[in-house]
């Protein structure tokens, strides 16, 4: 029981985790000499995460800034300085420089005390990413009070006054100052809280639905479901290999000859069938238990881990070419062997199925090591065990089949060379799929080795290939020689994967190619494109927006974003420009995009509790922010949710998942929803 809840728990934090999240912890210290100050910023910075420096140019992500609301007895001396650590590098997305520290960080801030007693109330804000979302602008707020011995101080008043007069200047620059684009649409004004409180409808679009909107969230079930079906998927094609189904004969006549009780041969049988799945299971249980909840989540963009394995599917992928084989050390099986043979009972069978799993590694290897690498990006805490449940049960039920049903054996296909197709196809796929985590490192160091162009190039050679070799025109060492007639079922195969390698041809013009759309690189890398559908929101403004679709009589669909979000950026360019999705969001939709980082100042700070404590919203974006926090209780971008005339979750939330058919789909159950 204790287990079990503690497998709830970390499935909850897992949860947790991925919706509110805070990878930056601050902490301040202020250093007085005399009439001189230095305040200092200290951030701890999560793995995968990374805060931007200060000063970064206009249209890029949210620089590091100290902002004041209130200081008596002192003045700001320079600018907010960043400590030594940063990186620079260039990002293509923002088509600049971009500066941000990992893991660690310093800010100074110099002061000079103007009285023996000063206080100072501000924050610093900061923006925030990782390779898969991007946290709006946060504050840390923070209060500095105290005296200070210093010579000659100028009266209280005196500062405060020249202070008040910045802060008129201040407050005149900000006025005169230009506003981004989307910020010069005409925002609704905050309504004062009095007559907030006085209208219902208002009051009705900013309640909580956290609940509700959970109860439209997809289960870990269906999720764990398609994983147990991929590793069961992939115990099937581990049969087919050389390694495996000649053994399955074999093993199945020992049991049946073992004893002359039929009984208890079929019991062996069965605990073979399940030893097999204990180890496999092992073996997934090992690989979570080693990530943990949110390294597991981490693998689907760290770099680090997707070079690791594009390099792994690359080396199964040529083993199953035939450049070489994967075995492991001969003396592993033959002590394992050895220890079955002169043990007794369940031990000695256990042992067996252990050295089938030893034997028929080189086979069962890279089918494995891409499953793993496939399950771990899932996002599922239990993925990888789930799925090595799947690939067992499959790899082991003939076994437990063939011993229940001995004349099946006899009507089974014979090996052969068949076996060796299998294999050679599988190596084709290994290859393909290998792009595909290449893409992502590609993606997150902004390298564009790999733009989207040169992917369908590659993998349109790669299928054309498979096509001749299945053909006999392209022969591998290890082929036979004498097999020159291509069969029936090699000729269809063969006809599918050129027409796939045809069907991407016109991606590399700026077809969508939908039906790869989920592992190609985003539009946006593809330097020539022919496609230039672009979608315009109806509002930039919730309350405004609202109206407008109550108006109308849409439902309306909510785009929290950033002008610095990326991944905002990746899914507007490669599932906004599908043309039945811009059907729908144009036609059926009142489109809302809230930009959580517009800096716009709002007409008068607004104090709000939020978790216990009290926090200032200064700009749209800190609206928009807290809006997303405490009407839906998450806080990365993007995050789209289908909401009624009154503000009410028609469908569950949709992040940063580049696929087109289950946006759509997302899409098309809120208009359900909504008519019903």
Known sequence: MKKLMSMLLLLVAAQMYAQMHNPVTFKHALKVDGAEAVLTFTASIEDGWHLYSTDLAEGGPTSATINIDK??????????????????????????????????????????????????????????????????????????KGTADIKAAAPAEKPKKTEEKKAEVKKEEVKNEPKQEEAAVDMTPLQPAEEVAKSADVNKLWTPVIDQLKSFEETTDRSLLMIFLLGFGGGLVALLTPCVWPIIPMTVSFFLKRTKSRKQSLTEAVTYGISIIVIYLA???????????SALNALSTNAVFNIFFCLLLVLFGASFLGGFE?????????????????????????????????V?????????????????TQGELFGPAIGMFGFALALALPFTLFALFPALLKQAPRSGGWMNTV????????????????????LAYGWRLLDREVFLAIWIVLFACLGLYLLNIIRFPHDDEGEQKTSVPRFFLALFSIAFAVYMIPGLWGAPCKAISAFVPPMWTQDFSLNKNVIHPVSYDFEEGMRIAKEQGKPVLLDFT????????????????????????QQKYVLISLYVDDKTPLPEI?????????????????????????????????FYVPVDNEGNPLNGSYGHKKNVDEYLKFLNTGLENYKK
């Open 71 to 144: 200081i008596e007895g002192a003045e700001l001396v320079g600018k907010l300085t960043p400590g030594a650590g940063a990186i620079e590098k260039f990002d293509p997305m923002f088509d600049m420089t971009v500066r941000y520290f990992e893991i660690a960080a310093t800010f100074t801030q110099k002061i000079k005390i103007t009285a023996p007693e000063y206080k100072i109330e501000g924050y610093l804000q900061h923006g925030t990413c990782n390779d898969e979302n991007c946290l709006p602008p946060t504050n840390y707020d923070f209060t500095l």
């Open 283 to 293: 073996l997934g249980l090992i690989v979570t238990m080693c990530f943990g909840a």
């Open 326 to 358: 994967l075995t492991l050390p001969s003396s592993w099986v033959n002590k394992v062997d050895e220890k079955a043979s002169n043990t007794t009972g369940l031990l000695s069978i256990f042992l067996m199925a252990f050295t089938l799993a030893l």
């Open 360 to 376: 028929s590694f080189s086979c069962t290897g890279p089918i494995i090591g891409f499953l793993l690498v496939e399950m771990s």
């Open 423 to 442: 294999k050679v196809v599988l190596g084709f796929v290994e290859l393909a799929f290998a792009l595909k985590f290449f893409s992502v490192a590609d």
């Open 562 to 585: 950033g002008h610095g979000c990326v991944n905002c950026r990746e899914m507007e360019a490669s599932v906004w420009t599908d043309d039945r999705v811009i059907d729908i969001l």
């Open 606 to 638: 607004m104090t709000v509790e939020e978790n216990g404590e009290q926090k200032k919203l200064r700009t749209i974006g800190d609206k928009w922010s807290y809006l997303q926090r405490v009407k839906f209780g998450a806080n990365a971008q993007p």
